[in-house]
């Protein structure tokens, strides 16, 4: 992981704040996990790719990924071979198949749903897939103002009727198959299937709180809000003249403490609110750009677009607790300029990851949640 402290730093505040630092901390958990870590296969595996499909060129050094020759591989291989089956029940017109938009905070979900569809990923073989995706949307629902207790029953009846109609459920009893939704109100619409919730992959916004993520079987979505309003930041490190950047609603205890005490703070440009756009155009894009390190505390929801914009812009996001919003200043200040470059660096190299395309392109945020996929197949056997 990039930043990675020694001596001293590590025993600071520093390793407390979850600062090995954010960024990266982030990166790691949603995509590049510890499955990487697992050996590389045959290395005649990456010969056997598909040579028309671009490689990723890693350095054995790189800080980024936890074994870079090993996901080369890996990716490559999922690039091959990788089948997933796309289940053709469901009216397109109401809560199924295809995306309800691909713009605003929810359009991570929008953008899987036509990523699969315009992927070579997908097959209209089961027999040939390695996994099952549930094309039904929450993000839909919602924006057609069904309620939650309708999701719910929405949700049961198509997902049981599957299980009646098709075979494929029953080999695994689900853990084969997964289902993708980004809006929170994903997490309610599935509390009617728990068994559901237990054995399938779960493709989600939310990784905490409460919505009972297993790391080892879930997979975090990166919720991205695209289109982005500016260009792509990084390598401008003398821009960076804001030690930290924070601006957004008091809808949570941490952000309460953030901005009471740091709100008048000069070295910090902490905001108990977003900034206004009476103020100017822009403004709290341009921000990013000025700020080395941009704060992402959790809200009413723990998932946010704050951590994607963060990168994107090139500023270095910062997750920490409750308990050391008090030492903030303190804990960024003790990060030297070269620890702070070595991070900054970090960050540019996997902007890529955090952005959607239609039609996708390798590497994208699209192709990185199918990699975590494919990590998970590899555990299910029948």
């Not at 920490?320 to 003790?334: C, G, M, T």
């Not at 470059?341 to 390798?362: D, E, G, N, R, T």
Request: with cysteine; hydrophobic share 40%; glycine share 6%.
């Amino acid at each position: 992981m990039a930043g990675r402290l020694t001596g001293a730093a590590a025993s600071s505040p520093l390793s407390r704040a979850l600062l090995l630092l954010a960024a990266l901390g982030l990166f790691s958990i949603s995509f590049l996990s510890l499955r990487s870590l697992r050996p590389a296969a045959d290395p005649a595996l990456a010969a056997a790719a598909d040579k028309s499909r671009p490689l990723l060129r890693l350095h054995s050094s790189s800080t980024v990924y936890h074994s870079p020759e090993a996901f080369a591989v890996g990716y490559a291989e999922m690039e091959r071979s990788f089948k997933v089956y796309i289940y053709p029940d469901g009216d397109p017109k109401t809560f199924y198949q295809t995306p309800r938009k691909l713009t605003g905070k929810y359009a991570s979900e929008g953008y899987f749903f036509q990523n699969i569809r315009e992927s070579r990923f997908r097959t209209d073989d089961p027999d040939q897939a390695h996994l099952f995706f549930v094309p039904i949307s929450p993000h839909k629902m919602r924006g057609k103002g069904t309620s939650y207790e309708n999701m719910t029953v929405i949700v049961k009846d198509y997902v049981e009727g599957l299980i009646n109609k098709y075979p494929y459920w029953n080999r695994t009893l689900g853990a084969d198959h997964f289902f993708v939704t980004c809006h929170d109100v994903g997490v309610r619409a599935f509390e009617g299937l728990k068994f559901m919730v237990k054995n399938s992959i779960r493709v989600v916004c939310s990784p905490s709180y409460n919505v009972d993520f297993i790391p080892h079987k879930d997979i975090a979505l990166p919720q991205v809000l695209q289109p982005f309003a500016l260009h792509e930041g990084g390598n401008d490190i003398d821009n960076r003249v804001i030690l930290g950047f924070w601006a957004g609603h008091r809808n949570s205890k941490i952000r309460v403490i953030l901005a009471r005490v740091w709100e008048n703070d000069t070295e910090l440009a902490i905001s108990n609110n977003r900034i206004s756009r009476a103020i100017g155009e822009l403004v709290y894009q341009k921000q990013f750009y000025r700020t080395k390190f941009c704060i992402c505390p959790g809200g009413s929801q723990v998932n946010s677009a704050r951590i994607s914009d963060s990168i994107h812009y090139g500023c270095v996001p910062v997750i920490l607790r409750e308990r050391d919003v008090y030492q903030l200043k303190n804990i960024l200040k003790s990060i030297s300029q070269e620890e702070f470059i070595s991070l900054h660096k970090s960050l540019v190299q996997v902007q890529k990851h955090f952005v959607w395309h239609s039609p996708p392109v390798s590497y994208d945020a699209f192709h990185m949640v199918m990699y975590e996929l494919w990590l998970r197949h590899n555990v299910i056997k029948y």
